[in-house]
T-cell receptor, first 113, second 115 residues
Framework: NAGVTQTPKFQVLKTGQSMTLQCAQD?????MSWYRQDPGMGLRLIHY???????DQGEVPNGYNVSRSTTEDFPLRLLSAAPSQTSVYFC????????????FGPGTRLLVL | GQQLNQSPQSMFIQEGEDVSMNCTSS?????WLWYKQDPGEGPVLLIA?????ELTSNGRLTAQFGITRKDSFLNISASIPSDVGIYFC???????????????FGEGTQLTVNP
């Protein structure tokens, strides 16, 4: 199993550009989520999905879109990048039973100029 | 929404020392989790706690689920250089069909171990 994979590892964008961060998992997990990590702020939930076709907003959803057309993939779209979106983005997946550990991908480091 | 206060924010210790960090919340959680993040990597689960008062060990790591369900601590005994990293606590309220296994994370404790 590859676990949770994320691409790209690094990305530099100009303000106003759009892009999609890819996330895939091969563990047949129902639950997938996107977090952003900023210094001193821990991980904040952007969007999550409890299954294919079902998504919902997390704590900091503005400026991001998601879709879940398959169990395996959960892409995160930045519609019009802003410098405030400079961050490290992590995708995670799990079965959605109580306490089930979330497996994290290696992260995407995004710089918006 | 729920907030977790994790302390200390950073620690600088000598190899062999014991370490303690904790998380407190204004809300009750049903599950507490402790993760470690190595530089350039995603967080990895260290310990999961499922019952108030539960004390669980994983090698040199020991964690407890506070009796009020609003706090948890993590202890690391006899620290070694590879313990360096950021440690996060996370709380899970309850699993619902609409929200899945949603977690709330603390701000993290940056641990530095001097050989």
């Amino acid at each position: 199993n590859a676990g949770v994979t994320q691409t790209p590892k690094f990305q530099v964008l100009k303000t106003g550009q759009s892009m999609t961060l890819q996330c895939a998992q091969d563990m047949n997990h129902e639950y997938m989520s996107w977090y952003r990590q900023d210094p001193g702020m821990g991980l904040r939930l952007i969007h999550y999905s409890v299954g294919a076709g079902i998504t919902d907003q997390g704590e900091v959803p503005n400026g991001y879109n998601v879709s879940r057309s398959t169990t395996e993939d959960f892409p995160l779209r930045l519609l019009s990048a802003a410098p405030s979106q400079t961050s490290v983005y992590f995708c995670a997946s799990s079965y959605w039973s109580r306490g089930e550990t979330q497996y994290f991908g290696p992260g995407t480091r995004l710089l918006v100029l | 929404g729920q907030q977790l206060n994790q302390s200390p924010q950073s620690m600088f210790i000598q190899e062999g020392e014991d370490v303690s960090m904790n998380c407190t919340s204004s809300s009750i959680f049903n599950t507490w989790l402790w993760y470690k993040q190595d530089p350039g990597e995603g967080p990895v689960l260290l310990i999961a706690l499922y019952k108030a008062g539960e004390l669980t060990s994983n090698g040199r790591l020991t964690a407890q689920f506070g009796i009020t369900r609003k706090d948890s601590f993590l202890n690391i005994s006899a620290s070694i250089p590879s313990d360096v990293g950021i440690y996060f606590c996370a709380g899970q309220l309850e699993v619902q069909e609409t929200s899945g296994s949603r977690l709330t994370f603390g701000e993290g404790t940056q641990l530095t171990v001097n050989p």
